[in-house]
């Protein structure tokens, strides 16, 4: 049975070093009878971890190039550290939650998006089944984005970018709102000035003309896929205290993205 209002997060990767306030309001609204599902980032934590290995992080379009011993230490630090500490912060706040990536109960197919990219993944078809007994069973599932799908015939690992991670599941579920908790207040202009409310067409326009670059393209093409089933996109500064809870309670700042 789906469970209906859900509410996707996305968390990225540099709202992580503000956990103690994003897990806070995790825990609150799902004791507050909230349905969640989040998705979680850790792009810094990858790049930290290769720089210590000696390798320059490169990215295309907002997207990790991924090479193979690049999509190992991917997914060894979303699939396994990272997941398990924020498992671990929203337990300690007596919430319950369940960590998993898009490899488990097939959640995430994927194919290689562009073979100049590597082992990045584009996402095919998404099985929601696991989510929802999750949701059903009063578990907040928190998903890793690596997943799976096949290469010359072989399955193999994928690196997946979260943002499009969290539009695909927003829109199999079918979510009430996509949340994405960010390090930037919202979309801007070309005037430099905040977009508080952008239609599906102009977020579009404001891509193919080149107004939104780097890591905001993803977000923007999830939105987009979102939106086919989702009513509304939030993107939000997520390192303000209480971002989310606040955010649940009244829409405050930010860029709302909707279908028109």
């Known amino acids: 049975m789906r469970q209906k209002n859900v509410v996707v ?115 095919v078809s998404v099985d929601a089944s696991l989510l929802e007994t999750l949701l059903g069973a009063g578990y907040i599932p928190l998903v890793a984005p690596v997943c799976t799908g096949l290469v010359n015939g072989e399955e193999s690992l994928f690196n997946v970018n979260g943002d499009s991670v969290a539009g695909e599941i927003a829109g199999a579920v079918s979510a009430r709102e996509l949340i994405f908790l960010t390090d930037v207040d919202g979309i801007y202009d070309e005037s430099g000035k905040a977009v508080p409310k952008l239609g599906r067409k102009e977020a579009r326009r404001m891509v193919d003309a080149g107004l939104i670059s780097g890591g905001m393209i993803p977000k923007i093409e999830a939105s987009l896929k979102a939106l086919l089933t989702t009513r509304i996109v939030r993107i939000i500064d997520g390192r303000e205290p209480h971002a989310l809870f606040n955010e649940i309670s009244s829409e405050v700042g930010g860029t709302t993205i909707v279908a028109e």
């Open 9 to 123: 997060v996305k968390i990225g990767g540099g709202v992580l070093g503000n956990r103690d306030s994003t897990m806070e309001d995790l825990a609150k609204l799902q004791k507050q009878g909230v349905p969640l599902i989040v998705i979680h980032g850790g792009g810094q934590v990858v790049s930290d971890w290769l720089s210590c290995l000696g390798v320059s992080p490169c990215f295309v379009r907002g997207l990790r190039v991924t090479d193979k011993e690049t999509l190992r230490t991917v997914v060894a630090l979303l699939g396994g550290l990272v997941n398990k500490e924020l498992v671990m912060a929203i337990q300690a706040l007596g919430g319950k939650v369940v960590g998993l990536s898009g490899c488990d109960g097939n959640l995430l197919r994927a194919r290689m998006k562009d073979p100049e990219l590597g082992y990045v993944g584009e996402i």
